[in-house]
């Protein structure tokens, strides 16, 4: 057996873990074992892949970064460069950066790699996750999994996979290795507020970017460029960011909902943007328990971003970002309380995932991303039809598949359009 082939036997040994949970991984690597180094690649050089690779690099020893993807070459090397401080965890040769729709596939196909990075926007995250997955890789992806039921499909495919030959997969909902999240949800399983009864989540913001089109640019180019705005690249906003507080409220609940019945409109975006900019949804949730999530992206309106559980003897407040958590009684007075650290949180999950390939228990998390970035769908395409949308309907009727058929750098690709309730259908 060659060395690589000796190396990917001892990366994959061991029997896979899942934090549907939520609670962080404390695999122990006796203090002396030998750290066999572990090599990264990523794709997806933009913020959140920087991101995530100073993240990996700054809390793990024995890492390096050897390779990286985009669509845009020069990005490759802007991350390269932006690594620097790292010394030589980073050594990523101009041979090992590749760009364009396939430069994915050289990650894939490099033998060195052992961890990817997938941190591309959403849309391309189910096939680049399966595909990673049966390369034999273990993966860090970002939120969400999914922006449609055929996505979450192959997550499922995915996660089944890499559970029998035990690679890891974790992903970016590091709220759930925040402890002012972890104590506060199991404070409220011990029932500190009494029964659950009802939440209220909040992903409220103000606008967010647009990058017009250029003249030259294909249908292609201007969509993957400017991908926020595209639903089949991102999901809506409700699936890239208030998957966060989903996942979090779907944490809480350990469930997914029932049902999901909801409102919105656009009254901010460009002509040429897909994207309402506020949804409003209710969730009902096994047990006779709501959620009502409200996201929103318009200028100067007033930001909010939190959870709110209301049980028979209290409530609690979880916090998003660095806010913290707290548990109020009936009669309004605080009775704990924490502080918030999401640096830490976004460190942890790296760490995690490297601390658990080398103890030979490979964490793998997907399928509950996965659920929770379908209640992200099951919510948009509530509100985008007007009808009331249950999860039965989303996991086994529909067929909705966003993706495009033939995608080609210089292709053409349908015009934008925005849903309107009452005439677009469920599909």
């Given at each position: 057996?060659?060395?690589?082939?000796?190396?990917?036997?001892?990366?994959?040994?061991?029997?896979?873990?899942?934090?549907?949970?939520?609670?962080?991984?404390?695999?122990?690597?006796?203090?002396?074992?030998?750290?066999?180094?572990?090599?990264?690649?990523?794709?997806?050089?933009?913020?959140?892949?920087?991101?995530?690779?100073?993240?990996?690099?700054?809390?793990?020893?024995?890492?390096?970064?050897?390779?990286?993807?985009?669509?845009?070459?020069?990005?490759?090397?802007?991350?390269?460069?932006?690594?620097?401080?790292?010394?030589?965890?980073?050594?990523?040769?101009?041979?090992?950066?590749?760009?364009?729709?396939?430069?994915?596939?050289?990650?894939?196909?490099?033998?060195?790699?052992?961890?990817?990075?997938?941190?591309?926007?959403?849309?391309?995250?189910?096939?680049?996750?399966?595909?990673?997955?049966?390369?034999?890789?273990?993966?860090?992806?970002?939120?969400?999994?999914?922006?449609?039921?055929?996505?979450?499909?192959?997550?499922?495919?995915?996660?089944?996979?890499?559970?029998?030959?035990?690679?890891?997969?974790?992903?970016?909902?590091?709220?759930?290795?925040?402890?002012?999240?972890?104590?506060?949800?199991?404070?409220?399983?011990?029932?500190?507020?009494?029964?659950?009864?009802?939440?209220?989540?909040?992903?409220?913001?103000?606008?967010?970017?647009?990058?017009?089109?250029?003249?030259?640019?294909?249908?292609?180019?201007?969509?993957?460029?400017?991908?926020?705005?595209?639903?089949?690249?991102?999901?809506?906003?409700?699936?890239?960011?208030?998957?966060?507080?989903?996942?979090?409220?779907?944490?809480?609940?350990?469930?997914?909902?029932?049902?999901?019945?909801?409102?919105?409109?656009?009254?901010?975006?460009?002509?040429?943007?897909?994207?309402?900019?506020?949804?409003?949804?209710?969730?009902?949730?096994?047990?006779?328990?709501?959620?009502?999530?409200?996201?929103?992206?318009?200028?100067?309106?007033?930001?909010?971003?939190?959870?709110?559980?209301?049980?028979?003897?209290?409530?609690?407040?979880?916090?998003?970002?660095?806010?913290?958590?707290?548990?109020?009684?009936?009669?309004?007075?605080?009775?704990?309380?924490?502080?918030?650290?999401?640096?830490?949180?976004?460190?942890?999950?790296?760490?995690?995932?490297?601390?658990?390939i080398r103890a030979s228990t490979p964490i793998v998390e997907l399928k509950q991303t996965a659920d929770s970035s379908l209640v992200a769908v099951m919510g948009r395409l509530a509100a985008y039809s007007g009808q009331r949308v249950t999860w039965d309907f989303v996991t086994e009727e529909s067929q909705l598949d966003l993706?495009?058929?033939?995608?080609?750098?210089?292709?053409?690709?349908?015009?934008?359009?925005?849903?309107?309730?009452?005439?677009?259908?469920?599909?």
């Open positions: 057996m060659d060395q690589t082939s000796s190396r990917r036997g001892f990366l994959g040994t061991g029997a896979a873990a899942s934090l549907a949970s939520g609670l962080m991984v404390h695999s122990s690597v006796a203090a002396a074992e030998e750290v066999r180094e572990l090599r990264l690649g990523i794709v997806g050089c933009g913020g959140r892949g920087s991101g995530a690779v100073n993240d990996s690099l700054s809390i793990n020893q024995g890492v390096k970064i050897v390779a990286a993807a985009d669509l845009y070459p020069a990005k490759c090397a802007s991350l390269r460069k932006s690594l620097a401080s790292h010394g030589d965890k980073v050594a990523i040769d101009d041979t090992k950066m590749h760009g364009g729709l396939d430069g994915y596939k050289r990650i894939l196909d490099d033998p060195t790699v052992d961890i990817v990075l997938l941190t591309t926007s959403p849309g391309f995250r189910p096939r680049y996750l399966f595909e990673a997955v049966e390369a034999g890789k273990h993966v860090f992806a970002e939120k969400p999994a999914c922006v449609d039921p055929a996505g979450y499909r192959i997550c499922l495919q995915a996660h089944d996979k890499a559970v029998a030959q035990r690679t890891a997969i974790v992903t970016g909902t590091q709220y759930r290795r925040q402890p002012s999240y972890i104590e506060a949800i199991e404070r409220i399983r011990k029932g500190e507020i009494g029964d659950v009864i009802h939440a209220t989540s909040r992903y409220c913001t103000g606008g967010i970017w647009y990058r017009g089109r250029q003249p030259e640019m294909s249908d292609a180019q201007f969509q993957l460029n400017n991908w926020m705005h595209f639903i089949w690249l991102s999901g809506d906003q409700i699936c890239e960011q208030a998957v966060h507080n989903i996942d979090a409220i779907n944490w809480l609940m350990g469930d997914n909902p029932l049902s999901a019945y909801g409102s919105g409109g656009r009254f901010t975006r460009p002509a040429d943007s897909e994207l309402w900019d506020s949804m409003s949804i209710d969730y009902e949730y096994p047990g006779n328990r709501t959620v009502s999530l409200m996201c929103r992206q318009i200028p100067g309106s007033a930001a909010d971003n939190s959870n709110v559980v209301y049980g028979s003897q209290g409530t609690c407040h979880i916090g998003a970002m660095n806010a913290g958590s707290k548990i109020l009684d009936r009669d309004g007075k605080v009775v704990w309380q924490t502080s918030g650290n999401i640096g830490a949180a976004y460190q942890q999950e790296h760490k995690d995932l490297v601390d658990s993706f495009p058929k033939a995608l080609a750098w210089d292709g053409d690709l349908p015009a934008p359009t925005h849903a309107i309730p009452g005439r677009t259908k469920l599909v």
